[in-house]
């Protein structure tokens, strides 16, 4: 799996989505930047779908999507097959979200939370692992339930 972290927001994660950039930059991540490029109005769901899909692909290893509140994003983020997205608005939820739930997509509100506690948590994200075991049997189960044909 490659090392690269893709990155999306709309415009009110545009800022938080830039800082976050520059900060996994300088930590010699590799980023891809799925968009936006401005401050100008979009439509998230666009940018999950992008995030989504190259992490879907395994084009990047993870993601991490930013929209004001974070709940557009994870909601349309988690219409992509092989995607578990989590809204995370501290260290502990963004903890759990790996070591329990495998989270592949971290979905940030960027006017929820201030912009140190957004890094924090992109921090403990990244370096905490899947635990595995009785977790990962729950998170095939949520496989199964969106391969099922509605
Ligand atoms: C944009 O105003 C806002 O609706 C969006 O960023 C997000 O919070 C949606 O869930």
New binding site residues.
Partial sequence: MLKIIALGS?H??FELKEKIKQYLEKRKLKIKDCGCYSEESVD?PDYAEKVARTVANGKAEKGIVI???G???SMAANKVLGIRAALCWNEETAEMSRKHNDANILCL?ARMIDHEKALRIVDIWLKTNFEGGRHRRRVNKISIIEKKIC
């Fill in positions: 709309d009110a994660g998230y929209c004001g509140t709940i557009g994003m509100g």
